[in-house]
């Protein structure tokens, strides 16, 4: 079982629409918690990181479920412009790795 | 200019031949790592290093070996290539364990 596993998609939606991804991950001692959004052919950039109690920024919500050990990115209002890959990333407790990378879920806004 | 810059951008080679991939830096970070990515998977760490005098084995590093010539900078090379490394490299810098990561634009590679 890959240690963070993600649905690659794609998904499409029209725009305006609400779009949601979920992240499992397997390892218990996972401690952190981000997303990152990688558009095509470029660098992934930090999208927002994970708290327990779940965060907003703008358009964007993400949450973390430690009991089942998933996190979730709700994208509302969808823009052309969100389409993108976006990767969930874990720092396992006590892991030299630091990071670990899910392979990416792709949205595609369509207008 | 970018925080991160990765040379080359691109690169066509034959197997068997030596290729050196550079990174380089201004974000004064001691954290450098390299990560390769293939379709459909997962960056894959390859080599990471916390200080000038560390260097650290990642999940990938068979066939891979690297160097931290300062804290600026830290290249990766591939001793003989072959065609399985085929990717796009990503140099990456952070200023702590559970920090964001900045990448660098990537490093097209092709081994034919």
């Known amino acids: 079982r890959k240690e963070v596993e993600q649905d690659p998609g794609p998904f499409n939606v029209p725009e305006g629409a609400t779009v949601a991804f979920n992240c499992t991950y397997s390892?218990?001692?996972?401690?952190?918690f981000f997303w990152y959004r990688q558009d095509c052919r470029k660098e992934p950039k930090l999208l927002m990181s994970?708290?327990?109690s779940g965060n907003e920024d703008g358009r964007f919500t993400a949450q973390l479920n430690r009991a089942s050990q998933y996190i979730s990115l709700l994208i509302r209002d969808s823009k052309l412009s969100d389409s993108a890959t976006y990767l969930c990333v874990v720092n396992i407790r006590g892991s030299a790795r630091q990071l670990t990378f899910g392979s990416g879920t792709q949205l595609t806004v369509l207008p | 200019d970018a925080d991160v810059t990765q040379t080359p951008r691109n690169r066509i080679t034959k197997t068997g031949k030596r290729i050196m991939l550079e990174c380089s830096q201004t974000k004064g970070h001691d954290r450098m790592y390299w990560y390769r990515q293939d379709p459909g998977l997962g960056l894959q760490l390859i080599y990471y290093s916390f200080d000038v005098k560390d260097i650290n084995k990642g999940e990938i590093s068979d066939g891979y070996s690297v160097s931290r010539q300062a804290q600026a900078k830290f290249s990766l090379s591939l001793e003989s290539a072959i065609p399985n490394q085929t990717a796009l490299y990503f140099c990456?810098?952070?200023?702590?364990?559970?920090?964001?990561?900045?990448f660098g634009e990537g490093s097209r590679l092709t081994v034919l």
């Open positions: 390892n218990s001692a996972s401690q952190s």
């Open positions: 990456a810098t952070s200023n702590s364990p559970t920090g964001e990561l900045f």
């Open positions: 994970v708290y327990s």
